[in-house]
């Protein structure tokens, strides 16, 4: 492999998982991040927006349902399903799985120029900050 700024990485579901959620951080750039959000129970606990940033979901394993605004089902999706959430979109979701854990890739896009916020329209019932970020790249 020539030299460069590379990020590698390997996806491995955590087994340690101290809450209902783990985000493992897979890489990331300026411009682009990938991760991947194991969800026991609950899933993305309000519905929000983010100001300059699109999000690509893909369910790996589980099934996960995404609402709109007034809670209405904008898509429930099984493995290798997924949604694309442009930016300014409301949403949030929720494992609908029964008997698997949820795991979904999120990549997210950020608009150049854009100050990249979250925009609550209803108040957090699960701090999102308090959701364990794991980070597994090896830069190149």
């Known amino acids: 492999m020539s030299e460069g700024s590379y990020q590698v990485f390997k996806y491995e579901k955590p087994s ?7 985000i493992v951080q897979l890489a990331g750039s ?4 990938g991760r991947v959000q194991v969800v026991r129970e609950g899933g993305e606990n309000n519905l929000h927006s983010h100001r300059g940033m699109d999000g690509f979901w893909m369910v790996l394993a589980g099934r996960v349902r995404f609402y709109g605004p007034g809670d209405v ?10 949604i694309l ?5 409301q949403y949030w979701f929720e494992s ?9 890739l ?3 896009a950020f608009e150049k120029g854009t100050k990249v916020e979250r925009v609550d329209a209803e108040a957090q019932k699960l701090k999102v ?3 364990e970020v794991r980070e597994v790249t090896e830069t190149r």
């Open 129 to 131: 900050g308090s959701v």
């Open 106 to 108: 999120q990549m997210a």
């Open 85 to 89: 959430i442009p930016r300014g979109e």
């Open 30 to 33: 300026d411009i682009i991040r």
């Open 73 to 82: 089902v904008i898509g429930e999706f099984g493995k290798y399903e997924g």
């Open 96 to 104: 609908a799985s029964d008997d698997e854990e949820l795991e979904i």
């Open 16 to 22: 340690d998982m101290p809450g209902g959620k783990a």
